[in-house]
């Protein structure tokens, strides 16, 4: 058995690529001419709501043709087989790690299947389209806004022992600064395509798509 008590997982749009789910700054990096970040703001909803909400919508529907692939379920079947603490802290919106099995789950970013009250803040079961007519928004955290429950995700860092980062190009804070908020003796693992703006900051940086990696790895444990 494995010599770890603690462990935080984070994983970003690269371990739902081999799903079919697009990732933010591949290829060219843009939705029908937009930047993500022209996108995914509060002021991008108040000027243009229709354009955000059908941005969101497609990512909505697309959920229904897609799978939890191969990484996805090693990470739930090693968290049903281990007896310490184990947390994905995810910055993805689609639902692929709870599909797969995952328990303790933290959705940073929000959710695509959940709708926030625009006054209230009351948030709903949402599966299908918003419209402008919506007195919901998405409940996705947008730029410059808060991502969610950073308490208990600065908690379980403080205290994991292994640090796994799967699939982020570690461009977007606060996730991005998660690998320097581990104790100094955790071990730090990042997997990854490529090389990332942050891999310097890791223990062993593991090329490879999370479909072909992250399995083995898990396995070594
Ligand atoms: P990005 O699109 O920025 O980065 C995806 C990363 O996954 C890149 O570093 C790729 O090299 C890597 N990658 C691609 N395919 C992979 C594969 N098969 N296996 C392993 N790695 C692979 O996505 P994120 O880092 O998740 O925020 O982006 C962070 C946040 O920026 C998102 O949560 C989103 C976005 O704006 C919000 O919507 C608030």
């Known amino acids: 058995m494995t010599i770890y008590k603690n462990i935080v997982v984070l994983t970003g749009a690269g371990i739902s690529a081999e799903s079919g789910i697009k990732t933010f700054r591949g290829d060219d990096g843009l939705w029908e001419g937009h930047r993500i970040e022209d996108v995914a703001t509060p002021q991008a909803f108040a000027l243009n709501p229709k354009l955000v909400h059908e941005f969101y919508n497609l990512r909505r529907r697309q959920l229904k043709e897609v799978t939890p692939n191969v990484a996805h379920e090693a990470l739930a079947n090693f968290e049903k087989d281990f007896d310490g603490n184990f947390l994905i802290v995810t910055q993805n919106v689609d639902d692929l790690h709870e599909r797969a099995g995952s328990q303790n789950l933290i ?41 969610f429950q950073m308490n208990e995700i600065e908690k379980a860092l403080r205290e994991c ?17 998660f690998v320097q908020m581990v104790p100094s003796n955790c071990r730090k693992v990042e997997f990854n395509i490529d090389q990332t703006s942050i891999s310097n900051l890791f223990d062993e940086h593991i090329i490879g798509s999370a479909v072909t990696s992250v399995e083995k790895f898990l396995k070594s444990l």
């Open 107 to 147: 959705h940073m970013h929000g959710e695509l299947l959940k709708a926030r009250h625009i006054e209230t803040y009351e948030v709903i079961k949402c599966e299908e389209d918003l419209s402008v007519e919506s007195k919901y928004r998405p409940h996705i955290v947008w730029f410059g806004e808060m991502p």
């Open 161 to 177: 022992d292994l640090f796994i980062s799967i699939g982020t190009s570690g461009q977007v804070y606060p996730a991005a600064g």
